[in-house]
């Protein structure tokens, strides 16, 4: 047999909590297939095996911790555990057709299932029928004790599959949206997990049957709110909550925390983006949202002011080099934010495709740990859910956090010319937090001014990028 350890997950990783198993005892392996989820405190991930075979033992179980090389698993030879089930499986198929002569009702329920062809080979062996309905084999009461458990290993493989029953929250929503009855979906994820890709491909089917229904068109006048199965119900924080609630608490308690907030108009950064749009898309691939833009123009402001961008050492203030800046990203374990390093350097086209791939990856799980480290500053996209603004927690060391709200259209009193007129202009808001030790009101204001103004001129066509 051989041993599968918990891998090194970054270079200040230690441990990991293994919150669940995606394989049992006696299930059979593939090199690189997934086993376990593990959990620490920069990622949650899924550790492959090394290596093919037959898991034979599992050593840790969920909700564990273990240190960095324990062993998690072990796992032998393919062709041990799979040969005994070999032969019990094979067995009831010749029982199966000898129960139909025997007057036994239990016996002639199973045969009902089975190939009715083969019954008339079984007649021959129907007289010894009432000792045990298996008379073919030389010892009589061995066969039978294989038999009953053979009806349950035939559900095996729906147990299995039972894994849809665990379904995250966000492909539980996103299933309620789409009106998809997880019932009938069939889940291509590991273990049969249900996706949110599985959730997508089945509501076109969903749709179309309200569709045909003569009373859909009245369906969306009364709109009810989905209801959350989790209403009345206690869950453990997992790893990741544990360790975001722990940092955050800590920040609160050792930093003077408070926001300021500027309103910005960026019509003018919305008529570029349709007037690039389209030869963007074809160049590179993705859209391009508002976000590139307020990332690109922080980034400038910190080049401009660097105590937003430094940290506490002591009674010392570090400035730093660069300017690594922390995108927060929504995922199914709660909010993780991977860094977008040296953002000041950057072309709005590499902005925006390497925010895309850091969101991709971090979501799938495929985020490294040094990925998730050595942010200097951090910008959360609070908008993106319809939020006007919030004022967002600085998680240390850093001393600051930018929130951009939702971009929304809006009468706004316009001066063209000395002359005052209401005109509809698109504005979003910006929440600067920051750490008051070292970050004066004054300082934040001017910092957020010449982002606003950056935005509101709108010449980034330098920095476009395609």
Do not use: C
């Not at 555990?81 to 009831?92: I, L, Q, R, V």
């Not at 609160?252 to 749009?277: G, H, I, P, S, W």
């Not at 902005?351 to 740990?369: F, H, W, Y």
């Amino acid at each position: 047999m051989s041993d599968i350890t918990l891998p090194a997950l970054g270079e200040s990783v230690t441990e990991g909590t293994v919150t669940r198993w995606l394989k049992a005892v006696g299930d059979t392996v593939a090199v690189d297939e997934p086993i376990v989820e593990i959990s620490t405190d920069k990622v949650d991930t899924e550790i492959p095996s090394p290596i093919a075979g037959v898991i034979q033992e599992i050593l840790v179980g969920e909700d564990e911790t273990v240190e960095v090389g324990a062993v998690l698993a072990r796992v032998g030879e393919a062709g041990a555990a799979p040969a005994a089930p070999a032969a019990p499986a094979a067995e009831p198929v010749a029982e199966a057709p000898a129960a139909p002569a025997p007057a036994p009702t239990p016996p002639v329920a199973e045969p009902v299932a089975a190939p009715a062809p083969p019954a008339p080979v079984a007649q021959p062996v129907t007289p010894p029928a009432p000792p045990a309905p298996v008379a073919a084999p030389p010892a009589p009461p061995t066969p039978p004790a294989p038999a009953a458990p053979a009806t349950p290993a035939a559900p095996a493989a729906p147990s299995m599959a039972d894994g849809p029953a665990y379904v995250t929250p966000i492909v539980r929503k996103l299933a309620q949206e789409r009106r998809v009855d997880l019932a009938t979906v069939s889940g291509t994820g590991v273990g049969g997990r249900i996706r949110k890709e599985d959730v997508l491909n089945a509501a076109p089917a969903a749709a179309a049957a309200p569709a045909a229904a003569p009373a859909a068109p009245v369906a969306p006048a009364a709109p009810v709110a989905a209801v959350s199965e989790l209403r009345g119900t206690t869950v453990p924080m997992s790893r990741l909550r544990k360790v975001i609630a722990e940092r955050a608490v800590a920040s609160m308690q050792q930093t003077a925390q408070l926001t300021t907030v500027v309103e910005v108009d960026v019509t003018e950064v919305a008529k570029m983006r349709a007037r690039v749009q389209e030869n963007f898309v074809r160049q590179t691939g993705g859209k391009l949202s508002f976000l590139p833009f307020f990332v690109r123009a922080a980034a400038e402001g910190l080049q401009s002011h660097p105590i937003i961008n430094a940290t506490v050492d002591g009674e010392n203030i570090v400035y730093a080099a660069t300017e690594n800046i922390s995108i927060a990203v929504d995922t199914e374990r709660g909010l993780l934010t991977p860094v977008l390093r040296d953002a000041g350097s950057k072309t709005l086209a590499q902005i925006s495709q390497d925010i895309a791939d850091l969101a991709a990856r971090t979501r799938e799980n495929k985020v490294g740990p040094d990925e998730l480290s050595g942010g200097t500053f951090t910008v959360t996209n609070t908008g993106s859910r319809g939020a006007l603004f919030d004022t967002p927690v600085v998680f240390l060391p850093q001393v600051a956090i930018l929130g951009t709200g939702t971009v929304q259209k809006k009468p706004v009193v316009v001066s063209k010319d000395g002359v005052d007129a209401i005109a509809v202009r698109q504005t979003v808001y910006l929440a600067l937090s920051y750490d008051h030790r070292i970050i004066d009101g004054a300082d934040a204001a001017r910092f957020l001014t010449q982002v606003k103004e950056r935005l509101e001129a709108a010449a980034f066509d330098d920095v476009l990028g395609i």
